[in-house]
């Protein structure tokens, strides 16, 4: 039998875009990481919290991630390089298993999520100007319709995720909303194979559809 970590793994390679979105316009680009870990035979997601500082999404709950720089090769090397900038985590000791279909943001950002398995041990050293708080959160949360609340987005034809965490270690409550919110429950959807409590607007066993004409609206609008 295959333990946690490889039938997670087996799960999500399956959703690997490989050049599927190749044939996009050339836009401003940016990535996330979304570090995967198995704890006592549960998956728990690592995420941060922006620091107060920040131009843009100041105490916002993100990932680790951000805009392309020139001399990066691809998305998976903005995702490791920012991750190593934020909160100091080697790329060598990030096992990438894929890259999902990417979002464009609020700002106009065309955010590639690339998810990859740390070491539970992995200690952050969160960059203060950037990052004022890293956390855990066992990803079958965003399954849960606890703690959960939406709305219908007009624009799309997806919602407005938002959820509230408590950390059980040190009782600080975080928003967790928007992109980050919708990244997050797509990953735990595709990574647990389970379909979430609460309406996603996509179907589980293919949401690259959804996503793909969600996208190619937004182009058509650029």
Same mark, same amino acid.
């Given at each position: ?23 996009? /316009?050339?836009?401003?680009? %940016?990535?996330?990481? @979304? $570090? !995967?870990?198995?704890?006592?035979? =549960? ?84 960059? /203060?100007?950037?990052?004022? %708080?890293?956390?855990? @959160? $066992? !990803?079958?949360?965003?399954?849960? =319709? ?77």
């Amino acid at each position: 039998m295959m333990d946690k970590k490889d039938e997670v793994i087996a799960n999500l390679k399956r959703f690997d875009i490989g050049s599927t979105f190749s044939y996009l /316009p050339v836009l401003p680009k %940016a990535s996330v990481l @979304v $570090p !995967l870990f198995v704890r006592q035979g =549960e998956l728990h997601v690592l995420m941060t919290l922006r620091s107060k500082q920040l131009r843009s999404g100041a105490g916002e709950v993100c990932f680790p991630g951000g805009k392309r720089d020139p001399g990066d090769r691809d998305d998976t090397d903005t995702a490791l390089r920012e991750a190593q900038e934020e909160i100091g985590l080697p790329p060598e000791q990030v096992q990438v298993v894929c890259t999902l279909f990417p979002i464009i943001n609020k700002s106009g950002l065309l955010v590639t999520p690339v998810v990859g398995f740390i070491e539970e041990s992995f200690c952050p050293r969160p960059n /203060p100007t950037e990052v004022s %708080a890293v956390f855990t @959160v $066992p !990803l079958d949360f965003f399954t849960r =319709e606890r703690d959960h609340t939406a709305c219908s987005l007009p624009e799309t034809t997806g919602f407005l995720h938002s959820f509230h965490y408590t950390s059980p270690d040190s009782g600080d409550r975080y928003h967790i909303w928007g992109l980050t919110a919708i990244l997050a429950t797509v990953v735990a959807v595709l990574a647990l194979r389970r379909k979430p409590e609460f309406d996603v607007g996509f179907d589980s066993e293919d949401p690259l559809t959804f996503f793909q004409q969600n996208l190619n609206r937004r182009i058509s609008k650029l």
